[in-house]
């Protein structure tokens, strides 16, 4: 049981944005991801134009290794493409498999991209006041399908941990693309058995 004390937060419901001097967003750019994308020569010469930040996300400074404590903040995913890739998260499963997530819509649109270890494959798509339940064993992956950015508040269990090797080896299954102006998802062809 760890010794945390009470405390409140603010966060803009619209912009995802957390005030409070304790909580520091993590920021990821293209040049953070080139490889996950499936055409790289676009990310590298998004890279070399700029390296626009893809998303950032707030984390608390809660404890990593308690299973009582609930972690929670805000992701905020700007709209755009590389390629015809939209501009998406890294995507992960739970170190501690099967811990599930919650996320909820504050503003913009999107979709939630998930997989199982033995290949079960779905995808949701997440807008202001939905709430989207990432069961455990599901690797999740925020794509913003919009043109404004994509805000969503999470919470999971705090010492679940983040696998991101498994996909940056690997690959997701499927991708979305913008196809006849509208979201497609289909094959990956980079994706590795
Ligand atoms: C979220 C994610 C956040 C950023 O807090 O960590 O949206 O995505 P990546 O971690 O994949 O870069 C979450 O799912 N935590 O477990
Ligand atoms: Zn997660």
Same mark, same amino acid.
């Given at each position: 049981?760890?010794? @945390?004390?009470? #405390?409140?937060?603010? #966060? ?30 676009? !990310? ?37 493409? $590389? ?9 992960? #499963? ?36 939905? !709430?989207?339940? @990432? ?17 969503? #508040?999470? $919470? ?19 991708? $979305? ?6 979201? !497609? $998802? ?8």
């Amino acid at each position: 049981m760890s010794d @945390v004390k009470p #405390f409140v937060l603010d #966060f803009d419901l619209v912009s995802g944005f957390c005030t409070s001097g304790k909580v520091k967003p993590t920021q990821r750019r293209v040049s953070d991801m080139v490889a996950q994308f499936a055409n790289e020569t676009a !990310a590298r010469a998004m890279v070399e134009g700029g390296d626009p930040l893809l998303y950032e996300f707030y984390g608390l400074d809660l404890p990593e290794d308690d299973s009582g404590v609930l972690q929670f903040g805000t992701t905020i995913l700007y709209p755009g493409k $590389v390629g015809e890739e939209y501009f998406m998260t890294k995507g992960h #499963f739970h170190t501690i498999l099967d811990t599930s997530e919650i996320y909820y819509g504050l503003s913009g649109h999107g979709m939630m991209l998930m997989e199982t270890p033995e290949g079960q494959v779905d995808w949701k798509e997440i807008g202001p006041g939905e !709430a989207l339940y @990432v069961p455990g064993r599901w690797a999740h992956r925020s794509i913003n399908t919009g043109t404004e950015p994509l805000v969503m #508040f999470f $919470v999971y269990r705090g010492d679940a941990g983040h696998d991101y090797g498994t996909i940056e080896e690997k690959g997701y299954r499927k991708l $979305v693309v913008e196809r006849d102006g509208k979201p !497609a $998802v289909i094959d990956n062809p980079k994706w590795k058995v």
